[in-house]
């Protein structure tokens, strides 16, 4: 499967934006953000699973963003409310074949991975 990031750009603090992963020859997988900063190590930030929709978060944005999955348009969502300076990195969508509470963070399982989008957040 072949994944395309977008919706990134540059924006002020508090404010909003969402990030789209869409997937060519799309098949129902479970599909994850990550993101790194310059400097830093990439993190997890959220995923949600193939079956059930099931969604897990980083705690740095629990309660501000919110991922999601519109299968009849092959796309995953990822909308990031009240931006904070600290959000400002490369953002990449992974997929893999299933997720679950035992791996949804750790990214060497992701086996596909889109080419990542610049998300810059100004104080």
């Known amino acids: 499967v072949q994944l395309q990031a977008s919706g990134g750009g540059l924006v002020q603090a508090g404010d909003s934006m969402r990030l789209s992963c869409t997937a060519i020859?799309?098949?129902?997988?479970?599909v994850g953000w990550f993101r790194q900063a310059p400097g830093k190590e990439r993190e997890f930030v959220a995923a949600?699973?193939?079956?059930?929709?099931?969604?897990f978060y980083a705690n740095a944005v629990k309660g501000r963003f919110t991922i999601s999955r519109d299968n009849a348009k092959n796309t995953v969502y990822l909308q990031m409310n009240s931006l904070r300076p600290e959000d400002t990195a490369v953002y990449y969508c992974?997929?893999?074949?299933?997720?679950?509470?035992?791996?949804?963070?750790?990214?060497?399982?992701?086996?596909?991975w889109g080419q990542g989008t610049l998300v810059t957040v100004s104080s």
């Open positions: 992974a997929a893999k074949g299933d997720i679950n509470y035992a791996n949804y963070a750790r990214s060497p399982l992701y086996q596909f």
């Open positions: 949600i699973s193939r079956l059930r929709n099931t969604t």
């Open positions: 020859n799309y098949v129902k997988y479970g």
